[in-house]
């Protein structure tokens, strides 16, 4: 449609980027009926992919939040986690960048009582990063009963939940799913941003499609915000790139295309279920050592194997399967034609190694 | 990734909490406002100027009740509009049919209407019918654009190019090259935290520098009393500038005077920039945009380097090939030998990674499909010299009808001036009453786009310039 639409050409955005983009990113992270939406409180701003918005959302942070210019806001990182959100927030200017317990390598969970007792801890107004789903790298997420806890902990101790939420659609295979935990602190009252990407729900990697999602507590306030946001972004790259956003904005407001959308998303999520269930059964099959339920217990498009560092070493330079030294895999490498060697060679690598 | 020196380190606090800073001052009262609620599709940027000002008192005190009900924001103040972009804002809500948009640097054609090079098409077409994946650029962006964007810059015979003495990578067009370019001294230029920028330059220059956490200086550049170059002026303040601090220079279609130094004079200040071992950082968002020569636009950058100055580069090809909204950009750096350019890139990516990632594609595939295939490569030669011939016959028509009008000011300085800008020498009162009275949108400096002038308004904005300054 883009393609063939001779009216449109290659002129700037506004900085904030597509505004057509800009609402329906908004309206797919916060749901249809928010009345967040409809109170207009919310705004977005468009962004280079997950990681622009995250950029630009640590550097308003660094210069609103919590005074002015206030480097020294503690910000929490779940440990473990991607490991780029730790240099967002150092070049954004932050000074105290600490961790909260997340994993919890002996049962291969979360570690929940670690996480709360972190935030108990954590000097007030500080700043948490939390994955709204499909967490990277672990692919453990908290229940709804337990993002409900953490919560209850954030509100109590004016924390700032900042949401990277880079997997919507594609870890459960459905939006809304995927999006409860934002919603909820939404509907709680919290304000918060929402660091979108659009990478691998939309498979647009290369055409950095980012949104961030600015929640207020009324019009007023988001309003000034995006005005500084308009600052920050004009000194980063001016305005962002059209392509991406153009494919993003048609596809969400056409009911065909989105309906389609929605399908391609449950498609991809269904697939990597799929590997998760078979990588699992192989491994059991095999009496690889071990239990081997975190597999379909995780979520998204990664897993956190358990394989130690020399495990993985044996993996790669023994079977060329290239994977984290932290243990972790992207369930997307698994297809049914290497599913059987990469079973076998995980065996081989907890039972020889 | 290797950890820079200069780089924070993470440090791992205990879990003992530590006592927050709190903030005196009164609980924040913000206006009790009510606003009229936008429907979803038309939720973008509201006109600021609807809106009452930011309460600028100090953080909500912490009365946890008081600290519920309100907004981490109240102490937000509401941001000026852009200064240049905000000229096209008002522009739109002008219901005025001979309004006349000569703020933002874009290029129109003779109809007013954007252009699309017929080389970008073609370039679309052909690489829509590769039908390529849509996976990951590397951090330094596309190789084959990089290069070739390089060789654009520097002559494709340049012995930089031969001993692969210079990294280039891929940016969010001119801004994001400078951003990177910024930061990167930021970092790794211990010599000095200064740059000099030309005064007046380009609005954008000073805040990108300055959230780089670089200081700005300026030297002389525009003469108002002759709307050229203050070539003395900018020669005696360069000489004075402190030994290694960092020089700024548009390398052709200087902005927004679009006045540009003479061979001879660029030979000048490279050779007082060589004896005061200043640090030289380009901008070139024009080349080939300026003269209609992509050679002759690159001229003063070439010199420069062929004097042993090694320069930062920034390249946009928003305005020469059109690609605006692609963002498509390049920074280079000129470096000692080809070792030394790894370490460098090695650097560059580390900054990049946490700002974007990586940049987007399709403006730098476009890019780099016309550089590389010989048709498209002279077709885009030529479409670049339509547009800077079309600018160049504006100006000789804008001048021609002033005279008509019957203004007995010089106007020379419009034609002696180069690339999408004039700073035609009005004064604000003059430009306020352009806009109020004929619905003339330009900058607050006199800047105008000559991009934004057609043979169809030409008499119209003469007409106009004529009775405010008469």
Redesign the interface.
């Known amino acids: 449609m883009i393609a063939s639409d001779t009216s449109l050409n290659h002129e700037y955005l506004p900085i904030l980027g597509l505004p057509d983009f800009r609402a329906n990113a908004s309206r797919i992270a916060l749901g249809d009926d928010s009345p967040a939406i409809k109170e207009g409180r919310v705004g977005g701003v468009q962004c280079l992919g997950g990681t622009g918005a995250l950029r630009i959302g640590a550097e308003f942070l660094r210069r609103w939040y919590n005074g002015n210019n206030n480097t020294t806001t503690p910000v929490y990182i779940s440990s473990p986690s991607w490991e780029n959100h730790n240099s967002v927030f150092t070049d954004a200017g932050f000074k105290d960048i600490r961790t909260y317990r997340y994993w919890d390598p002996a049962k291969r969970g979360l570690d929940l009582q670690g996480l709360l007792e972190d935030m108990e801890a954590a000097p007030e107004f500080s700043i948490f990063i939390l994955h709204a789903c499909a967490h990277n790298p672990t692919g453990t997420d908290p229940t709804q009963e337990q993002w409900k806890q953490i919560a209850t902990v954030m509100k109590r101790r004016f924390l700032f939940p900042f949401f990277d939420s880079a997997y919507q659609g594609f870890a459960s295979g459905c939006l809304d799913r995927d999006a409860w935990a934002v919603r909820y602190f939404v509907a709680q009252g919290f304000e918060l941003f929402c660091a979108q990407s659009f990478s691998k729900n939309f498979g647009l990697y290369n055409e950095r499609v980012g949104n961030l999602s600015v929640v207020g507590k009324d019009a007023n306030n988001v309003q000034r915000v995006l005005s500084q946001m308009e600052k920050i972004a004009r000194t980063t790259w001016s305005n962002p790139p059209s392509q991406g956003a153009r494919i993003v904005a048609t596809t969400l407001t056409s009911p065909l295309l989105f309906a389609e959308w929605k399908d391609n998303v449950k498609t991809m999520a269904d697939r990597v279920l799929l590997m998760r269930s078979e990588l699992r059964s192989r491994l059991e099959d095999l009496g690889t050592p071990g239990t081997w339920s975190h597999i379909t217990d995780q979520i998204g498009m990664f897993s956190f194997t358990g394989l130690n560092p020399k495990q993985v070493d044996y993996m790669i330079k023994e079977k060329h399967i290239y994977l984290m030294a932290s243990g972790r895999i992207n369930m997307c490498g698994l297809t049914t034609k290497n599913l059987d060697y990469v079973a076998s060679s995980i065996h081989e690598a907890v039972t020889k190694i | 990734m290797g950890r820079a020196r200069g780089?924070?380190v993470?440090?791992?606090?205990p879990?003992?909490?530590?006592?927050?800073?709190?903030?005196p001052g009164k609980c924040a009262r913000?206006?009790r406002?009510r606003?009229?609620?936008?429907a979803?599709?038309?939720?973008?940027?509201?006109q600021?100027s609807r809106?009452?000002g930011?309460a600028t008192s100090r953080?909500a005190c912490?009365a946890p009740a008081a600290?519920?009900s309100?907004?981490?924001?109240?102490?937000?103040?509401?941001?000026p509009p852009?200064p240049i972009?905000g000229v096209t804002e008002a522009f739109r809500r002008d219901t005025n049919t001979k309004k006349m948009n000569l703020g933002?640097g874009?290029y129109r054609d003779d109809n007013g209407k954007?252009y699309?090079l017929n080389c970008?098409r073609k370039a679309?077409a052909q690489i829509?019918a590769k039908k390529m994946d849509?996976?990951?650029?590397p951090i330094a962006g596309l190789a084959e654009f990089n290069k070739a964007s390089a060789e654009l810059a520097l002559g494709e015979t340049s012995e930089v190019i031969k001993n692969g003495r210079y990294v280039t990578v891929q940016s969010?067009?001119?801004?994001?090259s400078l951003?990177i370019g910024a930061?990167f001294l930021q970092r790794f230029f211990k010599s000095s935290h200064d740059v000099y920028l030309p005064k007046p330059s380009w609005g954008?220059h000073t805040?990108?520098f300055r959230?780089a956490g670089l200081q700005l200086q300026a030297y002389r550049y525009y003469d108002p009393k002759t709307c050229g170059f203050d070539f003395s002026g900018a020669l005696d303040d360069i000489s004075k500038i402190p030994e290694k601090s960092i020089i700024l220079f548009h390398a052709c279609a200087h902005n927004p005077t679009g006045v540009d130094p003479r061979p001879e004079q660029w030979k000048e200040l490279a050779s007082v920039v060589k004896k005061r071992n200043l640090f030289v950082f380009f901008d070139m968002a024009y080349q080939g945009f300026a003269s209609g020569d992509i050679n002759r636009d690159a001229w003063a950058v070439r010199h420069f380097i062929e004097q042993g100055i090694n320069i930062v580069l920034s390249q946009s090809y928003?305005k020469n090939m059109?690609?605006?909204?692609?963002?498509v950009g390049a920074f280079t750096v000129i470096c000692s030998d080809a070792e030394e350019a790894k370490r460098v890139e090695s650097q560059l990516k580390?900054?990049i990674?946490?700002?974007?990632?990586?940049?987007?594609?399709?403006?730098a595939r476009i890019a780099s499909t016309i550089l590389n295939s010989p048709d498209l490569r002279k077709e885009w030669l030529g479409e670049v010299k339509g547009m800077a011939d079309r600018i160049i016959g504006m100006r000789t028509q804008l001048v021609s009808n002033l005279k008509k009008e019957g203004s007995s000011y010089n106007w020379q300085h419009i034609t002696d001036q180069i690339g999408m800008f004039c700073f035609t020498g009005l004064k604000p009162e003059q430009v306020e009453r352009l806009t109020k009275e004929f619905s003339i949108y330009m900058t607050k400096d006199g800047r105008i786009s000559v991009a934004g002038v057609t043979s169809g308004n030409v008499g119209y904005l003469a007409h106009a310039i004529y009775q405010v300054t008469k």
Do not use: F
């Open positions: 780089v924070p993470l440090r791992l606090r879990r003992s909490a530590r006592l927050c800073r709190q903030q913000k206006p406002l606003l009229r609620v936008p979803p599709r038309a939720m973008a940027l509201l600021p809106l009452l930011a953080r912490l600290a519920r309100s907004s981490w924001w109240s102490h937000v103040e509401m941001g852009d972009l933002v874009a954007p699309v970008v679309e829509a849509k996976e990951y650029l969010i067009s001119g801004t994001g951003r930061n954008n805040p990108i959230d928003a059109g690609l605006y909204g692609e963002r580390i900054l990674r946490p700002m974007y990632s990586n940049p987007p594609i399709n403006g």
